[in-house]
């Protein structure tokens, strides 16, 4: 679909070395399918015809964080997905980090974002942070249990969409300002600075 829209754009003549950059953001886990994670990026990459260079990646931090949880039990940091979907580095990094967190969070973010192949693909990063989960609520798109059987158990239709989308936006899709959910505000900070001089760019223009 992508390879489909840069064409069409070529072909008629929209695209061109003045053309805006098409930002290819990555999707969330358990409500999402899509470009997820640096090697999916990647794939798409290596599959795409964009002589232009046109298409980039819009980095959206508090999708990357779906994938994490915190264990109520021990409070270690997990993936909160199926074991299917846990890759090698995914598993690397919480053996390594999983004791704390706030950094099991920081190294996967900076595993994905600092990709050394992937720098000149860049188009933007969207500092929004997200509550640290203690419940995996989705998995493969469908609502887990108790959550599903209460939603099912509602009489209209009102009342279930409600529900939903007040469990989306406060707990799993938080979307809150950076340095107030997971992520340690000044680790962060630290790192986008050293990103913009590693790419030359000043400030305001990534």
């Not at 994670?37 to 298409?55: E, G, I, T, W």
């Not at 999708?63 to 090698?88: K, N």
């Not at 969409?161 to 000044?186: A, K, N, R």
Request: some cysteine; proline content about 4%; glycine content about 8%.
């Amino acid at each position: 679909m992508t390879q489909q829209l840069l064409c069409e754009l070529e072909d008629r003549g929209l695209l061109t070395d003045e053309s805006p950059n098409i930002e290819l953001e990555n999707a969330g886990w358990g409500l999402e399918h899509g470009v997820q994670v640096a090697d999916d990026y990647r794939f798409v990459f290596s599959q795409v015809y964009d002589p232009r260079n046109k298409l980039k990646i819009g980095w959206e931090i508090n999708h990357i964080l779906h994938a994490l949880g915190c264990s109520e039990v021990t409070g270690d940091g997990r993936f909160f997905l199926p074991e299917a979907e846990i890759t090698p580095d995914m598993a690397w990094l919480e053996a390594s980090y999983g004791h704390n967190p706030q950094k099991l969070a920081m190294e996967w973010v900076a595993h994905n974002l600092l990709a050394p192949d992937l720098q000149g693909r860049i188009g933007s990063v969207y500092l929004s942070d997200c509550k640290m989960k203690t419940v995996e609520y989705f998995r493969n798109g469908i609502l887990g249990a108790p959550f599903l059987e209460k939603m099912e158990a509602m009489e209209t239709v009102e009342e279930r969409f409600y529900y939903g989308w007040q469990m989306v936006l406060d707990y799993y899709d938080s979307h809150v300002p950076l340095g107030t959910g997971i992520l340690p505000e000044q680790e962060m900070k630290e790192m986008l600075d050293n990103q913009l001089a590693f790419l030359g760019i000043k400030e305001g223009e990534f």
